[in-house]
């Protein structure tokens, strides 16, 4: 605590003594660097936190790409500056060669964070009313608290810890556990940006130090009696008396001999005004640039950790929709792929945001569905799955029980899903007859009666049944996307209970057709090895004149055989 409010106080001293003098194009915004907690101050902090959030219920602005932008320019004016320092062969501090060594991360990062960060979704998340993150998404100012107590550092133990203290005071949605990983990346790329302009500020400043010593130096050797005039233009120049300034100047001139002493007695003597030394100055530029340089470092290094992180894992941990679905009757829930069950969130995100139920409520009232069937059919019944009542024809009561609201496009999609067949035939004769009347009605204001109209007629009819036909289809593939199958997860290997046989059908034809069929047979079974999945061939012959034909029992015998061949050769994996 008491370093930081020694950095705090630095800075301000800086910033006084570099006045109206330090002209930079780059701003430097207060670095997030506040008290560091430990685990147990950082639980009380989430629920802190979340005890003070107000949310937003209006429309908000999209104010996050726009700062991303904003910090994409500091973050390449920064890296131009640092970069023709280096090819001056200037010396860089350690936090100036972290941001330059890993600003190939840093671009990546920025072109991630955009990619994943579409208008439309930044806007669908709860924004704050009040505090300094007024008008940003709620979890954008939790990854900011995060990375502002732990210096830049996030680890999947304390980020599982803060957000599950809040989540005791507040439960997040779950399209913020998703957009935790981009704006924790936004956060640290914001986090990086202040510290790189920082020392991009710095650098400017001692860059002018090193060349009014260079100058001084110079002068000293070649005409001494010149110095008083260069000392004079520096003083006149009005130069920053902030730390990296003086503690360059510090660093070049001392020891040189006592002419090259005077410049240092004049901003001894400024320092002097504010109870400063140059020794203090020196050393509390040493201190800031370690700190500086563990900030940075830590902010990159957590970039990378945000690629390696399990976030499907985290996000299940950490959802209270997806702890109320593992209550499911049938017990089938938990056994599903992490698809299905994305799916299922997915449906009861979409409830919550047209009904006036919160997602763990309509996660509830699902669960409550799928108990009362299972009290009354058992636990075995489809129906006792939570699943029919967020994919199958159970939706229809839960979004009555939850009074889901729908738009009119909604409301119609609906109606074509209830009755498909009654909608896409109906399109076509509606179309058909449409074209076929307009055709009709220009060959009758061509002056054409009579058994000649009904022949255009009924040509018109052929003709225009093909086309809406045609376009009927086209128009579906574009409206109505595929449904997804419900899948268990067998990536651990499937369950004595689920036992299964793979069937191929396959025609016998010769000898070198069943050696071949043996043969394929194996690489299946070497390529999905488990000992509760089985192979088989289901086989028949060739189309004849007669039901049997002479060489049927010898091929018969060559597959039976061969299999017999590979049962026995692949005994111990049985």
């Not at 260069?230 to 001139?253: H, K, N, T, W, Y």
């Not at 569905?369 to 489809?382: E, I, M, V, Y």
């Not at 004769?429 to 002056?447: C, E, H, P, R």
Request: aromatic share 8%; with cysteine; proline share 4%.
């Amino acid at each position: 605590m008491e370093k930081i409010i020694f950095f705090k106080y630095f800075h301000r001293l800086k910033s006084r003594l570099a006045g109206k003098h330090q002209n930079e194009k780059l701003t430097e915004d207060e670095l997030l660097r506040s008290e560091l907690f430990s685990a147990k101050q950082m639980r009380q902090h989430g629920k802190t936190i979340a005890g003070a959030h107000k949310l937003n219920e209006g429309l908000t602005s999209n104010q996050l790409l726009e700062r991303l932008t904003e910090n994409e320019k500091v973050l390449f004016q920064a890296r131009e500056k640092l970069t023709k320092a280096v090819l001056e062969n200037r010396r860089v501090t350690p936090a100036e060669e972290w941001f330059l060594d890993n600003f190939y991360l840093i671009e990546e990062q920025i072109r991630t964070a955009r990619r994943h960060l579409p208008k439309v979704y930044s806007r669908e998340l709860p924004h704050l009313l009040n505090g300094p993150s007024a008008n940003l998404p709620r979890v954008y100012d939790i990854a900011l608290e995060m990375i502002s107590h732990g210096d830049g550092r996030v680890d999947s133990k304390t980020l599982s810890l803060f957000v599950s203290s809040y989540q005791s005071v507040t439960v997040l949605k779950i399209g913020e556990l998703w957009a935790i990983p981009i704006m924790l990346r936004l956060a640290l790329i914001e986090n990086i940006r202040r510290i790189a302009s920082r020392i991009s500020k710095d650098r400017t400043n001692r860059d002018l130090a090193d060349y009014w010593a260079r100058k001084m130096i110079a002068t000293v050797h070649k005409d001494p009696k010149n110095l008083f005039l260069e000392i004079a233009d520096m003083v006149r120049s009005e130069p920053p008396i902030a730390g990296p300034f003086v503690a360059e100047m510090a660093r070049q001139l001392q020891g040189q001999g006592p002419a090259l002493a005077l410049p240092l007695t004049w901003i001894e003597q400024q320092l002097s005004e504010y109870g400063q030394t140059i020794k203090n100055f020196v050393q509390m530029e040493s201190q800031q640039q370690a700190a500086d340089q563990v900030s940075m470092s830590n902010s990159i290094v957590s970039l990378r950790f945000l690629g390696t992180m399990n976030w499907r894992e985290f996000v299940e941990t950490m959802s209270f929709v997806d702890q109320v679905l593992r209550e499911d009757p049938a017990d089938i829930y938990v056994k599903m792929d992490f698809a299905t069950r994305d799916r299922y969130r997915h449906v009861i995100e979409n409830i919550a945001k047209k009904s006036s139920l919160s997602e763990t409520e309509v996660a509830r009232m699902a669960i409550l569905l799928a108990r009362k069937t299972s009290n009354q059919k058992g636990g075995q019944d489809r129906t006792a799955h939570v699943g029919f009542y967020l994919i199958d024809n159970g939706l229809p009561e839960l979004e009555r029980l939850t009074k889901m609201r729908f738009s009119l496009f909604e409301s119609v999609a609906r109606f074509s899903r209830r009755f498909p067949l009654l909608i896409y035939v109906g399109s076509i004769f509606l179309l058909t007859f449409t074209a076929a009347f307009l055709l009709l009605a220009m060959a009758y204001a061509d002056g054409l009666t009579g058994w000649l109209l009904a022949v255009i007629w009924l040509v018109a009819l052929l003709s225009t049944s093909h086309l809406s036909i045609a376009l009927i289809n086209w128009v579906s593939t574009l409206l109505i996307t595929p449904a997804p199958l419900p899948r268990m997860d067998f990536s651990r290997g499937i369950p004595p209970e689920y036992r299964t046989l793979v069937a191929i059908p396959t025609m016998l034809l010769n000898d070198k057709n069943v050696g071949k069929l043996i043969e394929s047979l194996e690489v299946r079974f070497l390529a999905n090895r488990d000992e509760n999945l089985r192979f088989a061939l289901l086989t028949d012959f060739c189309d004849a004149k007669t039901e049997k034909m002479s060489d049927d029992g010898q091929l018969l015998r060559l597959v039976q055989k061969g299999i017999e061949s590979l049962n026995e050769k692949y005994a111990d994996d049985r």
